[in-house]
């Protein structure tokens, strides 16, 4: 080696230089990894897991959310008082914006006290209707952001969702996207569906809910697998180990892209409950710490010996109290967002919730999000991961 370099350099020296170089990268590029991996504090992005202490996060906005117009993939897969309130109010303004986004910065004021950072998307204008060749729809809103970002390491990942209300959301986070790209994270967009008809299973049009129940029963959801398509919120990160569930947003297509996308490092399973609506896995099976795993007593995961083999304790949540849900179940009282192992953002109205995280040890922060739920969901939904103080860890 020695002999072979010298006489490259009598050759050329600036050769010499860069086959040198290559060759001490290839002596100390795995190290390099490794110091990569454990010195976090390089990039402004970095998240493993939902447990972790969290340093900063993404929370939503409720201005400017509006009610998604009418179409298959919303209606199909609503009942009863939910269907009446889409039907009347599709396409409209959500009304009671001033209250839920006094409830989300009073929820981002309390983050801030527990030091961690927030951040906030940009308003968009939803009302503005925009057409694809497939398709004309207007948008939602930027109060959202755990059903697009899928933080994984120091990648955010854009999401393709599966509602052509939620086809331009991407928009209200681009300021951010580029500033934590041009700080050092990984920016990835999944492949953008097409959103035609062939996504959506005309089957579901004009269903009864018992028609759709026998469906999903049978594996069919609104979306097809035309195309890839899932929401980041249909995935619980564990560290090496990613659990997924096929759901009404997320087919098989969209599970397997991040599979391969994300490589040998990590492990995706697909998992599947008794559920018979499933959209979004974070009022299902939620992860608190390593070793325990949260789930929900009437959606039973049917692979929950994953957990089990690997001496994970599956604790069953208690039932809601509070009974003030729209557009998600009352079971997002499980809907938390985990500050760390021993700390825990929760409904203050869930009483159950923290006499179940008080036996484990775990502190309860209470805060109130009532109003901001009917826009989509709670503590959890209501957020995205940026940064916590994490490592890619194997706990399975
Ligand atoms: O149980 O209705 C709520 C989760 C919304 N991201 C549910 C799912």
Aim: aromatic share 12%.
């Amino acid at each position: 080696m020695a002999i072979a370099a010298l006489a490259q350099f009598q050759r050329s020296p600036s050769l010499w230089i860069l086959s040198t170089g290559r060759f001490f990268t290839h002596l100390f590029g795995r190290q390099n990894r490794k110091l990569q991996s454990t010195a976090p504090d390089d990039c402004p992005v970095n998240s493993h897991n939902e447990w972790d202490h969290l340093e900063e996060v993404i929370v939503g906005r409720a201005e400017g959310a509006y009610i998604p117009p009418h179409s298959l993939e919303v209606e199909a897969i609503c009942d009863g008082e939910l269907l009446s309130y889409y039907e009347k109010h599709a396409g409209q303004p959500f009304a009671r914006v001033a209250e839920a986004e006094s409830e989300v910065k009073e929820f981002c004021r309390v983050l801030e006290h527990e030091g961690v950072t927030v951040r906030r998307p940009d308003v968009q204008d939803q009302s503005f209707v925009y057409s694809t060749p497939d398709f004309s729809s207007s948008g939602m809103h930027s109060a959202i952001p755990r059903d697009i970002i899928l933080t994984v390491g120091n990648e955010l990942i854009e999401s393709p969702m599966a509602w052509r209300s939620r086809f331009f959301e991407y928009r209200g986070y681009r300021n951010l996207m580029k500033e934590y790209f041009q700080r050092g994270a990984k920016w990835t967009t999944a492949p953008k569906p097409f959103m035609s008809d062939q996504l959506y299973d005309q089957d579901y049009v004009g269903t009864s809910a018992e028609d759709r129940r026998s469906l999903v029963a049978k594996g069919k959801f609104v979306t097809t697998e035309f195309e890839p398509c899932f929401d980041a919120a249909d995935f619980m990160r564990c560290g090496r180990d990613i659990f997924a569930q096929r759901s009404h947003v997320t087919n098989k297509f969209g599970i397997e892209w991040l599979r391969r996308h994300l490589g040998d490092d990590y492990r995706i399973h697909e998992v599947s409950f008794g559920d018979l609506n499933p959209m979004h896995i974070d009022a299902t099976l939620l992860a608190i710490r390593p070793g325990i795993v949260l789930s929900n007593p009437e959606r039973p995961c049917h692979q929950i010996d994953i957990f089990e083999k690997a001496g994970w304790k599956v604790v069953s949540v208690p039932a809601p109290v509070a009974d003030d849900s729209w557009v998600a179940s009352n079971w997002i009282s499980m809907n938390v967002l985990m500050l760390d192992e021993n700390r825990v953002v929760v409904s203050a109205k869930e009483y159950p919730m923290h006499k179940m995280f008080e036996s484990l040890g775990i502190q309860c922060i209470k805060v109130d999000l009532s109003v901001a739920n009917e826009i989509g969901g709670s503590f959890h939904c209501w957020t995205a991961d940026v940064k916590r103080k994490s490592t890619l860890e194997s706990y399975f």
